[in-house]
């Protein structure tokens, strides 16, 4: 990771990057998508911070979210208000 910024001549820009970074985070672009992407982060130290920052912080919510729980009382009514927009149907 040299450059800052990807070439002139790069048709595959930060811009591009940014509108696919949080696709590429999630594992949802196509293969060759995010090998492009791939190629892009190794050479622009900008778009690979941010990257690496997303995937940090998506991580950190899956964490954090793996430890709460749903209070029963809640649980009950929202099945409770999803049976009876299902039966108003």
């Known amino acids: 990771m040299t450059e ?3 070439p002139q001549d790069d048709c595959y820009d930060c811009r591009n ?3 696919e970074l949080d696709a590429f985070v999630r594992g949802e672009l196509p ?3 995010a090998g492009r992407m791939q190629e892009h982060l190794h050479r622009c130290r900008h ?3 941010v990257a ?3 995937q940090a912080f998506r991580d950190r919510l899956k964490r954090a ?3 709460v729980e749903c209070p029963e009382a809640l649980r009950r009514k929202v099945q409770d208000l999803l049976a009876r927009a299902r039966d108003d149907a």
């Open 4 to 6: 800052t910024k990807p």
């Open 17 to 19: 990057a940014g509108e």
């Open 31 to 33: 293969i060759e998508a």
């Open 47 to 49: 778009c690979d911070d």
């Open 52 to 54: 690496r920052f997303e």
């Open 65 to 67: 979210g793996t430890k």
